[in-house]
């Protein structure tokens, strides 16, 4: 009775009433629902906090941001389903749709931001891309991997700028994005589907202990992510511990190459990885190599490896691990 009664005192102010309609539509950070609502982040701090405690909103940092999103609850999905079944009045209905319309401009804001930020870097990525394969090709590849079967719950390792949780997302129900850098996510963000609601996760975190609990995902994917990690076994064993059994793991990066710049210029620790590397670092971590395809390019082939997890497989455990 107690956590009932807290539910709806947290609902009975209509500021956060909006903002649980408003984390129904997409996560936010703190700063955007307050440019929604039009009150201060303190203010907006202090109805989250109460949202939080009554157990319908899920708090994560993110650098110096925080980020909210509607618990994945049974008392809060419950809810949800009741507000649904609700006709809204008229003055509910009006109140929604402005903020509707404001969150738009914080996603358009959002993608102005993603482009500014692809121009600056736009030379460096072009000069890497003209030493391989047209993206496009290593894109179609792998979707043409990854169509034999359900996505299921997708787990991209090192999202980036989202281009794979933006190919693959569509197809998959459940998409959590992983990255270290708080800047990447916030572009991630900005590529995310206007109705994104509670199916996206963009978590911040490192490839070499993964936040998220064994068996959480059923298609993982690395996408020119490997060749940053100084223990990439380590990388492919986190990869496999979250990854279910029966479940799926796709690499693509490069072939071994002997662009020393790109370690120098671009923090590449590896240049590059040979197929028994693989298929032993997956055999060590409960994986069959299923699947090796080849892109060559102008300088640098792009490899693509599948895994799939073996049912029995018990993947050795590395310390310092966070699991949530």
Not at 25 to 54: D, K, T, W, Y
Not at 62 to 74: K, M, P, T
Not at 123 to 141: C, P, T
Request: aromatic residues 6%; charged residues 25%; proline residues 5%.
């Amino acid at each position: 009775m107690s956590a009932m009664l807290d539910i709806f005192r947290a609902l009975a102010d209509p500021t956060r009433l909006r903002i649980v309609c408003l984390l129904r539509a997409m996560e936010l950070a703190v700063g955007e629902i307050a440019v929604v609502v039009g009150q201060s982040q303190p203010r907006v701090s202090r109805h989250v906090r109460i949202l939080a405690e009554a157990g319908l909103v899920d708090r994560r940092k993110e650098g110096n941001w925080v980020f909210l999103r509607i618990a994945r609850s049974d008392a809060a999905a419950a809810l949800l389903d009741m507000f649904d079944r609700l006709p809204p009045s008229e003055n509910e209905d009006l109140w929604q749709r402005a903020d509707l319309a404001r969150l738009a401009a914080v996603r358009n804001d959002r993608s102005r931001a993603a482009e500014a930020y692809f121009a600056q870097y736009a030379e460096q990525w072009d000069a890497i891309r003209s030493l391989h394969v047209a993206e496009a090709d290593v894109e179609a590849r792998m979707g043409a991997i990854l169509g034999g079967q359900p996505v299921g719950r997708l787990l991209d390792i090192g999202t980036g700028t989202g281009r794979m949780i933006e190919l693959f997302g569509p197809q998959a129900d459940q998409v959590t994005a992983i990255d270290r850098s708080p800047d990447m996510l916030r572009l991630a963000r900005a590529k995310l589907p206007a109705d994104a609601g509670d199916k996206y996760a963009l978590v911040m975190g490192d490839f070499m202990a993964l936040p998220l609990a064994e068996e959480s995902a059923d298609t993982v994917v690395l996408h020119q992510v490997l060749h940053y990690a100084p223990a990439p076994e380590a990388v492919i064993a986190e990869a496999a511990r979250v990854c279910g059994g029966g479940g799926r793991v796709l690499i693509a990066d490069f072939a071994p190459h002997q662009r020393e710049e790109l370690r120098t210029r671009d923090q590449h620790a590896r240049l590059g990885f040979a197929d028994d590397q693989i298929e032993r670092w997956f055999d060590a971590a409960g994986l069959d190599l299923e699947r090796t395809d080849s892109l060559p390019g102008q300088e640098l082939t792009v490899k693509l490896w599948l895994g799939r997890r073996r049912a029995s497989a018990q993947v050795p455990p590395i310390e310092g691990r966070r699991v949530t």
